[in-house]
T-cell receptor, first 115, second 114 residues
């Protein structure tokens, strides 16, 4: 079975703190893709990153970084020096089948950054 | 560059009525998807389509009907709305091209069924 678990329902931090959002996935496929999406209070879903199962390099994009570890089936997302604009719900997702492109989402983590 | 648009943005209807949510994309993406978002469940796939005239069920298809006569449109119909279908509905599209392109989402339709 394929599954994505985001155990942190809600996280609150004060501006400039670093925060890590956890994502644990389950799949038997050897080829798969992991995604992170951001949903700000306005409600739209914004694509942040895609990572395939053969690329375990960590990625950094400005204040955002992602740590992919196949050994622990995790794809964690860290925001450095958080800002109020980072307040949103963040979803981790798994793509399990090459032919159908279906995504399986975690339940999301609501991040609140206070000034 | 319109991208992917959903209409209406908000809809209130009554139990038992039929309601159709529209989704239109301008990228000519082959894949299109409908999700519903509910608290505690994240996004769950209702139906998806790999191309025009090809549709398949997702995780929660009961009570919904889809069609895809044209590549750019993927309407979702609730044939007889129930209160449990009150939700936020998102349409998405993607063009896999062998490199698992990300799905791009519309802004959502907030549907309330009284």
């Amino acid at each position: 079975a394929q599954k994505v678990t985001q155990a942190q329902t809600e996280i609150s931090v004060v501006e400039k703190e670093d925060v890590t959002l956890d994502c644990v996935y389950e799949t038997r496929d050897t080829t798969y893709y992991l995604f992170w999406y951001k949903q700000p209070p306005s409600g739209e879903l914004v694509f942040l990153i895609r990572r395939n199962s053969f690329d375990e390099q960590n990625e950094i994009s400005g204040r955002y970084s992602w740590n992919f570890q196949k050994s622990t089936s995790s794809f964690n997302f860290t925001i450095t020096a958080s800002q109020v604009v980072d307040s949103a719900v963040y979803f981790c997702a798994l793509r399990v089948s090459y032919n159908t492109d279906k995504l399986i989402f975690g339940t999301g983590t609501r991040l609140q950054v206070f000034p | 560059d319109a991208g992917i648009t959903q209409s209406p943005r908000y809809k209130i209807t009554e139990t038992g009525r039929q309601v159709t949510l529209m989704c239109h994309q301008t990228w000519s993406h082959s894949y299109m998807f409908w999700y519903r978002q509910d608290l505690g469940h994240g996004l769950r796939l209702i139906y998806y389509s790999a191309a025009a005239d090809i549709t398949d069920k997702g995780e929660v298809p009961d009570g919904y009907v889809v069609s895809r006569s044209k590549t750019e449109n993927f309407p979702l119909t609730l044939e007889s709305a129930t209160r449990s279908q009150t939700s936020v509905y998102f349409c998405a599209s993607s063009d896999t091209g062998g490199d698992s392109q990300p799905q791009h989402f519309g802004d959502g339709t907030r549907l309330s069924i009284l």
